[in-house]
């Protein structure tokens, strides 16, 4: 029964797959449409639902950088209105409570520094209100629209000496990359209109960590008290250890109302004292992150039931009901969760959840979307019942294009796990041929391969490529369970979850499985590194960024020592952990590999430091496989101006173009 069922299936599949796919005149994605590309950010509808304010950036490919506007949409219209014209770096936007005014962070040319900026709606330019010598890195309004609460950097507490050279520091839980002291974040507070600002708190813990981790700071309902994430220091090495406090508007002591540690996100339900923030499910770091509320001093995990990961979340207008975001499977889902029951996917259509959500007095809910077909736009809901609407078309060019279609393939994986995993089929796919294969896997490992639109698939199935994006173990889309199984086991289990996927794929009878390629960045990297040394047979090429390769030694030069530490449960260097940290390095398998591999990475990566592909680049040249490694002059992760990141994607595609075609 069980072969006969797999045929039928197949047989589906591959009738499905006559039907959709024609020839087509349409041209696909170039590398030179990622200039075209619009990206959107932070959406806020105003308190009445009447109108979205939008950050959106555009790229300048001469001058090498994103250029960045606030544009007000309105919602029954459509209609378009640019807010900002020539600024740099804007973020943060927030409507006042009454909705007559726009704030917003962006570089000051007098400072140089990110201040925050008011802008009145019914006219008038946006006036600076903060002062800071260090920047503001987050702000919000007081209930009554009077205030804004912003947090800041200290100034270095000894200039002179440090001129003069007096500037050894101390290490702690900082990167390797570290060239000095930092100082910690604190909290100021003054008037919407402008002026004086006051500090409320100091000391050597911090509201924002090195890498820029930090939760919105919220008042409470009743304007007296101000509440925030509470780090033990600035090193985000520590960002486990969060708690949540409070201090009052006219200063005092900061007392802690959330103990629990990796607490964050605090917020109030509306006109209720009820307090909602973000923790790891039972304050286990490979769980996913719940959603909790303390109701009269009882703290309650009100996603339970669901078991999963939750992305991002909001209060809806009642003040007993939360609007959720998370992974489910191969899409990106809303869900509405009352504090006390149990939780609803709403129907989103075809459109996926990218991010920024933002809900209005009525319920309305504004976010960014993406299609499987369609880059990200700004989408609203003018209640939970209905589907999205898109109001901009911002990247209307994509709709002009061959786009590639895209699967959810599912399998049942080692361990007895149901998996999934996205496969995009090439430009022109004519049945009945088999075409070379790139896996492309997900990074993190806390991430997932949903069905949306993605620029380097697209560039790849126009090139020929069938390209496949596996979910594994460790991934946050499929429940806590699977999540969590990624402990103790962070090569060797998702790689065969990686291999039990491939093999579906292959069942199909459309890969030519001489031709496969694997690729990655991150944890996509290390993903890739690991099954290039493991199976060494099964791939004709290979592309790994920012891959980490040596677990020892990257938890002791990167930034997240304690986090690393969750997925082994103790340190590389004591007893009893000394060799599952080794043994699960990808590194010690490269003596085994056979298939050629380009290697990239950023000079400055203190997420996954360039050391890890100087090691794997030394140890295939050393054993005779044909190797290139290219480095970005760059201090980030991924490279994220364009021109960078076009050579990224041209490289990788090139790659797979060379040994696979």
Known sequence: MKSVRLVTALLIIALACNNAFSQSTKQPLQLEDLRKLVNLYDPQISPDGSRIAVAVSRQNWEKNKSIPEIELVDVSSGSVRPLTYNRDAISHLSWSPNGNRLAFLARDEKTKKPQVFVMPMDGGDPVRITDSKTGVVEFTWSPDGKQIAFVAQDTVPNPEAIAHHEDAFKVSENNYLVRAALQPWHLWIVSSGGGKAKRLTEGTWSMRTDQGTMSPVVWSPSGSDIVFQKFEDVWEGNVWHSTIAEVDTAGGEVKTVISQQATGEPTYGKGSDIM??????????????????????????????????????????????????????????????????????????DVNVRGGLSVSKNAEVAFIGVTEKHPSELYVMSSLSSLPKRLTNLNGFVDTLAISKAQSINWKGPGGFDEDGVLNYPINYEPGKKYPLVLVIHGGPEGASTVDFSSLVQLLAAKGFLVFQPNYRGSTNLGDAYQHAIYRDTGEGPGKDVMAGLATVEKLGIVDESRIGISGWSYGGYMTSWLNGYYPDKWKAAVEGAALNDWVMDYTIAYYQAGDTYFFGGSPWVKGYWNIWRDQSPIIFAPRVKAPTLIMGDAGDDNVPIVNSYEMYHALKDNGVHTEFYVFPADTHFPGDIVHTTDVYRRWIDWMVKYLK
């Open 276 to 349: 909602a923030f973000i923790r790891p499910r039972d304050g286990d770091e490979n769980n996913g992150n719940a959603v909790y509320v303390e109701v009269d001093g009882k703290i309650t995990d009100v996603t339970k039931d669901l078991a999963r990961n939750i992305d991002s979340y909001a209060w809806l207008p009642d003040g007993k009901t939360l609007l959720l975001t998370g992974s489910d499977g191969t899409r990106n889902v809303m869900w509405q969760q009352p504090v006390a029951g149990n939780a609803k996917k709403l129907d989103l259509g």
